[in-house]
């Protein structure tokens, strides 16, 4: 059994496809096992990209992820980080395969519908900012 972070991002949120995404996920076999809705500063939005400090799109990723609400979930199951992945399609939307959730809900790569954990290391981290212990059920 494995956890995962998943984002619905702005982009998702303001097209009201919270739903339909987390319907994706339950469908394939992964459980929510945490789940909020929040608005990010850019603050929290830095931090939790700073992997992607020195990258040219740094700048626009933080203000894209502060610019409206965005849901966050721990979703659980079997292979659930790379499951995830596979359910999202590749991260610009222009190359992820059909009926994948950025196939179908994305624009761009900035406004790609949906973040995942890219390995269990940060899936790890990446739980551990946005939830206590507790709050993992
Ligand atoms: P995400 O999985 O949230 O991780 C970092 C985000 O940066 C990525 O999705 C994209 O939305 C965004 N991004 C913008 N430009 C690029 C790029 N050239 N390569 C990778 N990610 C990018």
Redesign the pocket.
């Known amino acids: 059994m494995e956890q995962t972070l998943s984002?619905i991002?702005p982009d998702a949120v303001k097209k009201g496809v919270i739903g339909k995404i987390v319907d994706r996920f339950e469908s394939n076999g992964l459980r929510v096992a945490a789940m909020k809705k929040m608005q990010l500063d850019a603050n929290k939005a830095g931090e939790f990209?700073a992997v992607?400090k020195e990258?040219?799109?740094y700048g626009?990723?933080v203000q894209?992820?502060t610019s409206g609400p965005i849901v966050v979930m721990v979703l659980e199951g079997e292979e659930a980080m790379s499951k995830n992945r596979d359910l999202m399609g590749a991260?610009?939307p222009k190359e992820a395969a059909k009926g994948t959730i950025r196939a179908d809900f994305a624009d761009s790569?900035?406004?790609?519908a949906?973040?995942?954990s890219?390995s269990l290391e940060n899936a790890a981290n990446e739980i551990k900012f946005f939830f206590s212990k507790e709050e993992v059920i």
């Open positions: 984002i991002k990209y992607h990258r040219p799109f626009e990723l894209f992820m991260t610009n790569i900035d406004a790609n949906v973040h995942g890219d």
